[in-house]
């Protein structure tokens, strides 16, 4: 498959929507992130990769981290996670309140925002340095050492999160967390945070394609657990566009307001892809065109 003339040719397709949508402007330090610039990066289970235009650009991978925690959270807990965190589509927005009210402090699934901070809560009481295993876990996933928390992002969003501090809140008050309020929300701003390329992202993702044991900084995971994971991502990675994703582009994947967007296609290849400006659900605009175009050139999906 000749995946650089594939994304030659996506680009230029995708070209009329460059300035469709408009970055995350609620995290005040990524409002000020230049929207006009896009990357992507393939890399196959054979090890052959394929960067196209800002491959190495670092962007705030946001949400993507959720997939990353709940990596770690699985590993740790096993099945027991899932007593705190439902593993249901939510229909809703990523920080959407709703159904955390009515379903008394059960999170619909770890993708969403409250899922999240619940993961972040399990990691806290789980590990000494949660924050700084963090880390670890995924340098080793992205196999590059620089890989970092952004202080001034995770610092912005701390300023202006309101919602996820009522989350985290409603969170407290229903028992479902078990730390301090102020240090859940800091360790999920700071996951938030971290910075990588698509190169880097690609690289993460390519363990999570099940094609060797997932085994990264001492945390491990079965293949089965792997294909479960999958299928989290696959129903729960686009918030209320989980069902578009799948309809449009069939693989597992996870977005973040950053405008990055990765996607597994499992023993096969991980990809991911960024554009700073979003549609009105969170999604990248030009990330979510790309990877339709991408499995309907190459018809590989796992539909
Ligand atoms: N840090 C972001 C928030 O909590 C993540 C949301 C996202 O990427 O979807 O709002």
């Known amino acids: 498959m000749d995946y650089r003339k594939i994304m030659e040719d996506i680009y230029n397709e995708i070209l009329p929507f460059a300035d469709k949508g408009k970055q ?39 949400s993507i981290a959720k997939v990353f925690a709940l990596a770690m959270g699985l590993s740790l807990k096993g099945e027991s996670l899932w007593g705190k965190v439902g593993k249901e589509p939510s229909g809703t927005a990523f920080n959407s309140l709703v159904q955390l009210e009515i379903e008394k402090g059960k999170p619909r699934n770890p993708f969403i925002n409250a899922g999240a901070i619940v ?47 009522a989350i985290a809140n409603l969170l407290k008050y229903h028992g479902t967390i078990e730390n301090d309020i102020e240090q859940v929300l800091m360790f999920y701003f700071k996951m938030c945070s971290v910075e990588m390329s ?6 993460a993702f390519l363990a999570f394609t099940n094609h060797v044991p997932f085994d990264f900084a001492g945390y491990r995971l079965s293949q089965s657990r792997i294909k479960r994971l999958n299928a989290v991502m696959q129903t729960c990675g686009f918030y209320d566009e989980a069902g578009e994703f799948s309809y449009l582009v069939g693989l597992p994947g996870k977005s973040g307001v950053g405008g990055g967007i990765v996607a597994v296609y499992p023993m096969r290849y991980s990809v991911a892809v960024w554009s700073p400006r979003l549609n009105s659900r969170g999604n990248s605009v030009m990330g979510m065109k790309a990877l339709e175009l991408l499995t309907t050139a190459t018809q590989e999906s796992i539909f």
């Open 24 to 62: 995350a402007d609620y995290i005040p330090a990524l409002a000020k992130v230049d929207p006009d610039q896009f990357g992507m990066c393939l890399k196959t289970i054979a090890g052959d990769e394929y960067p196209f235009m800002q491959a190495d650009t670092r962007f705030s991978i946001q």
């Open 198 to 203: 698509c190169r880097e992202l690609a690289n």
């Open 119 to 165: 993961v972040a809560d399990i990691l806290l009481t789980e590990l000494d340095d949660a924050e700084g295993e963090f880390l670890r876990f995924v340098r080793a996933l992205s196999g590059n050492d620089s890989v970092d928390y952004n202080m001034e992002v995770a610092l912005s969003e701390r300023q202006t999160g309101y919602l996820n501090a």
